[in-house]
C-alpha cells in the first residue's frame, strides 16, 4: 500500500484524479488481499524470460528475431505505458521511453536498465533444475536466465509505469526510461547510440539510475542485518588476449620450447598472484556507514580508516565477493590450443578478463601483468572498454531520492554506498550524465548472487513483487522537483 499511499501524495488534487487514486489503490488492496494480485506480474515475469534474448559475442550467432518478439511482448502487455509515453527504437532493437513532466524546465532523469542476456555455457544445461529458458514458476522462485540480469529491471519498470499511469500519475520533471539490447557485449549499438542521440538533441540528466547494487539478508560484514546497496561506481573492464608460441612436432619428440606449456605458465601466474588489496572510494564511504551497525573492534577501525584501512581490506579479501571489493581482480576464462593429441601445438591462447579498481589505469595495470608474465614467447593484447565513469556524488540528489524509495520499501535495511564490481554500459552516458547510481530492488541471498550469469539464475517470486513496489516509489522521489 505505501505506492497507493503516494500517489495520494504527488498527483493534483483535482476530484477526478482523487477519485481515480482511490479507486485504483482500493482495488489493488482488495486484489492483494484476496492473493491473486501477485499472480499477474509474476506470470508477465515468467513470460518475458521464455524470449531467448541472447547476447553472443559473435554477432552472426544472434536471433534478432526473439528481441524483436519481446518487444512487441512488452509493447502488447503494457497498453499504457505504450500509449502514453513516446516511445523511439533506436539500432532496432533498443528502447527509448520519454515521459514528459508537467516542469519541462527541471533537468530530466534516466532509468536505465537491459534486457539482452548470457548463453548457456556449453555442457552445463543438464545442470539447470528448469530449462533456462522456460520462464517456471516453482518453489518461490522465478528460474531462467535474465531473472536477476537483467530483465527484471525491465519488467519491473513497465509494471511500476502501469500502475501510476492507471492511477492518473503525471510527473513533475521529465523521464526518459532506456531498454537495451546489447548490454552483455558492450553497448555499442545499444547505450552508446541511444546516448548519442540524447546528447545530439542537448539532452543532460540530472543523473541517472542503472543496473548494479542489490539488497543483501546476508551479507557477512553485516551479520543479523539486511544491507541495501547503492553502487556509487563500478569497476573498468578490460580483457588480455595472451598468444605463446613455440616449436611444434611429434608428440613423441617433445621440444622444450611448448607453447601450451608457456601459456599455462603465464596464466597460473596471474592466477596465483592477484593485485594488490586496497581501499578505495566508495568502498571507504560503505565501510564508515557500517561502522556503527558493525559496532566492537571491527566497526571501530571500519569508522577509522586512518588505523584500520589495512586489517579491514585483508579481513575483506578473505571472501570471494567482498575480495573484488578491494583489489582489481584477473579471472582465466579461455583457453585454447591444440589441433590433435599427438601433436605438440605451436601456438596456444588464453583470455584474461579483468575489474579494475576506481583509479586504477589501464596502461599501468597491463604492464605489471607483462612484467609478471615475463616471458619472450607470450604477446599480450590488449582489448578495453576504456574507463569506467567516476564514483558520483554521495550527497547528491540521486543518492539521496534512491535512498528515500529504499527506506520506504525495504525499511529493515540499512541503506549503504557501494560499488558495482562487475561492468554495464553506463560508461556510454558519461556524454549526458555526471551523475551515475547504480541500485536493482531485488532482495536476493548471497548464494542466489552468484547465479547471475550462472546455472539456474533464479528471482524469488516476493522480491519481485517488492521490487516493483520500490520502482514505483523511484519513479515519484525522482520525478519531483
Not at 547494487?213 to 573498468?236: F, Q, R, W, Y
Not at 608428440?251 to 598472484?273: E, F, G, Q, W, Y
Request: glycine share 8%; aromatic share 8%; net charge negative.
Amino acid at each position: 500500500m505505501l505506492g497507493r499511499l503516494s500517489i495520494l501524495a504527488s498527483v493534483k488534487k483535482s476530484k477526478h484524479c482523487f477519485f481515480k487514486v482511490v479507486f485504483f489503490s482500493s482495488l489493488a488492496y482488495v486484489l492483494a488481499f484476496f492473493g491473486t494480485v501477485h499472480a499477474g506480474p509474476v506470470e508477465r515475469m515468467a513470460e518475458a524470460l521464455r524470449f531467448e534474448t541472447v547476447s553472443f559475442q559473435n554477432p552472426d550467432k544472434i536471433n534478432y528475431q526473439a528481441f524483436a518478439d519481446f518487444l512487441a511482448f512488452i509493447e502488447q502487455t503494457y497498453p499504457r505505458v505504450f500509449s502514453t509515453l513516446s516511445a523511439e527504437r533506436f539500432s532496432d532493437y533498443s528502447l527509448l521511453l520519454t515521459w514528459r513532466g508537467s516542469q519541462p524546465e527541471l533537468a530530466p532523469v534516466l532509468l536505465d536498465a537491459h534486457y539482452d542476456v548470457v548463453p548457456i555455457e556449453q555442457g552445463t544445461l543438464q545442470d539447470w533444475l528448469h530449462p533456462p529458458f522456460a520462464g517456471v514458476v516453482a518453489d518461490g522462485y522465478l528460474w531462467g536466465r535474465g531473472a536477476l540480469d537483467d530483465k527484471m529491471a525491465v519488467i519491473t519498470s513497465l509494471e511500476a509505469l502501469e500502475r501510476l499511469l492507471a492511477a492518473g500519475y503525471t510527473p513533475e520533471r521529465t523521464l526518459y526510461f532506456s531498454m537495451v539490447h546489447d548490454e552483455e557485449i558492450g553497448g555499442h549499438q545499444g547505450a552508446a547510440v541511444v546516448a548519442s542521440a540524447l546528447h545530439e538533441r542537448g539532452v543532460k540528466f540530472a543523473y541517472m539510475v542503472g543496473e548494479g547494487g542489490i539488497v543483501l539478508p546476508d551479507n557477512p560484514m553485516l551479520a543479523g542485518k539486511s544491507m541495501a546497496l547503492v553502487g556509487l561506481a563500478e569497476k573498468t573492464y578490460i580483457t588480455l588476449h595472451l598468444n605463446a608460441s613455440g616449436e611444434g612436432g611429434h608428440s613423441s619428440i617433445p621440444p622444450r620450447n611448448n607453447a601450451a606449456v608457456s601459456l599455462a605458465r603465464a596464466v597460473t601466474k596471474i592466477h596465483d598472484n592477484p593485485l594488490p588489496v586496497k581501499l578505495v572510494e566508495p568502498v571507504t564511504d560503505m565501510l564508515r556507514v557500517m561502522g556503527p551497525e558493525v559496532g566492537g573492534l571491527t566497526g571501530w577501525l571500519m569508522r577509522n580508516q586512518w588505523l584500520g584501512a589495512i586489517p579491514i581490506a585483508h579481513q575483506m579479501a578473505g571472501d570471494r565477493t567482498n575480495n573484488a571489493l578491494v583489489r582489481s581482480t584477473s579471472a582465466v576464462t579461455m583457453l585454447d590450443s591444440g589441433v590433435k593429441e599427438n601433436v605438440v601445438p605451436q601456438k596456444a591462447h588464453a583470455v584474461v578478463n579483468m575489474r579494475l579498481l576506481p583509479g586504477d589505469k589501464v596502461d599501468e595495470v597491463v604492464a605489471s601483468i607483462v612484467e609478471l608474465i615475463d616471458d619472450e614467447n607470450i604477446v599480450v593484447k590488449l582489448d578495453s572498454w576504456g574507463q569506467s565513469p567516476p564514483v558520483a556524488d554521495l550527497n547528491g540528489e540521486g543518492y539521496a531520492r534512491i535512498s528515500e524509495a529504499a527506506a520506504r520499501v525495504f525499511p529493515e535495511s540499512l541503506i549503504v554506498p557501494g560499488m558495482l564490481t562487475a561492468t554495464t554500459d553506463t560508461r556510454h552516458y558519461q556524454l549526458v550524465a555526471d551523475e551515475v547510481y547504480r541500485f536493482r530492488a531485488y532482495r536476493v541471498s548471497m548464494s542466489d548472487s552468484r547465479s547471475i550469469h550462472a546455472t539456474n539464475e533464479r528471482l524469488a517470486t516476493d522480491s519481485l513483487l517488492r521490487a516493483i513496489d520500490f520502482t514505483e516509489q523511484l519513479v515519484l522521489a525522482v520525478a519531483k522537483p
